[in-house]
Nanobody
């Protein structure tokens, strides 16, 4: 199983970006999915998560600006980021809890990270 994230880049304050993350490989079921980020010199932190039934949760710093969504049929998770701020600059990582079969305990997987830089 692999997760591949893409969509990062350089954006001005107030701008928007959409991150995508695709899961591939031997997938029986995807449980929770999420986006984390890690800024230089800081610990990795949860940005938003979404359960298999679509329930979402956001860090207070992004509420009202970011939207997480998923396409279960295509095993994709998205993060729409609006009204970006300097402090949103970080490497963004996607995460998924995936079962490869109904006989195997689900495992946590991480994408490779995509850089988001907010700069004027």
């Amino acid at each position: 199983v692999q997760l591949q994230a893409f969509g990062g880049g350089l954006v001005r304050p107030g701008g928007s970006l959409r991150l995508s993350c695709a899961a591939s490989g031997s997938i029986f079921r995807i449980n929770g999915m999420a986006w984390y980020r890690q800024a230089p010199g800081k610990q990795r932190e949860l940005v938003a998560d979404i359960s298999s039934d679509g329930t979402t949760n956001y860090d207070d710093s992004v509420k009202g600006r970011f939207t997480i969504s998923r396409d279960n049929a295509k095993t994709l998770v998205y993060l729409q980021m609006n009204s970006l701020k300097f402090e949103d600059t970080a490497v963004y990582y996607c995460y998924a809890n995936i079962a490869s079969s109904n006989l195997i305990t689900p495992r946590n997987y991480w994408g490779q990270g995509t850089q988001v830089t907010v700069s004027s």
